[in-house]
């Protein structure tokens, strides 16, 4: 059974290695870590009970950005990224405060075509490109793609 809810601080660990095993470039523990807290809307999705994916999203003023995102490399293919996504974007949406979010931004690498169609797929548009913003195992750097979904108008 496939569950989607708050990711809390019991469940850092288990999301703490995910991002060690999803990401080619994973953020140390001490910034993972730090991406808690009130400002932000972190979630996980469950099956069966066991952590299989993750969202980091910071609200600031009127605009929340995506800043992580993660699904176990045997649970994708399986809508669960797009799933935590549309999660995300339904509870942004229905923040009923003065400063509630208007934009959801995210930055993805270039070469990451799979997550580019899944953005597309909910909504997202290419804003610009942020020239060799992110860093490769090879030494290099790769451009970001900035996407924004609009949450309100």
């Known amino acids: ?20 095993l999803c990401h080619l470039m994973p953020w140390s523990k001490q910034v993972f870590y ?7 809307l972190n979630l996980k999705i469950s099956v069966n009970q066991q952590i299989v994916g993750f969202c980091i ?9 995506l800043f992580n995102i ?12 797009k799933a935590l996504l549309n999660e995300l974007i339904d509870r942004l949406i229905t923040i009923n405060s003065p400063n509630a979010p208007a934009t959801l931004w995210l930055e993805v690498r270039e070469s990451n075509q799979a997550a580019i169609k899944l953005y597309h797929s909910l909504g997202f548009n290419e804003i ?3 020239k060799n913003y992110y860093p490769t195992v090879e030494g290099n750097t ?10 309100r108008l």
């Open 1 to 20: 059974m496939k569950t989607i809810s708050i990711l809390n601080e019991h469940d850092l660990a288990d999301a703490y290695q995910l991002e060690l």
């Open 34 to 40: 730090s991406n808690q807290g009130e400002r932000y």
């Open 57 to 65: 999203c910071q609200q600031v003023a009127d605009e929340a950005n």
């Open 70 to 81: 993660a699904i176990h490399p045997q649970f994708r293919q399986q809508g669960l990224a």
């Open 128 to 130: 610009t490109i942020r």
């Open 142 to 151: 790769e451009n970001a793609i900035i996407m924004a979904y609009t949450l």
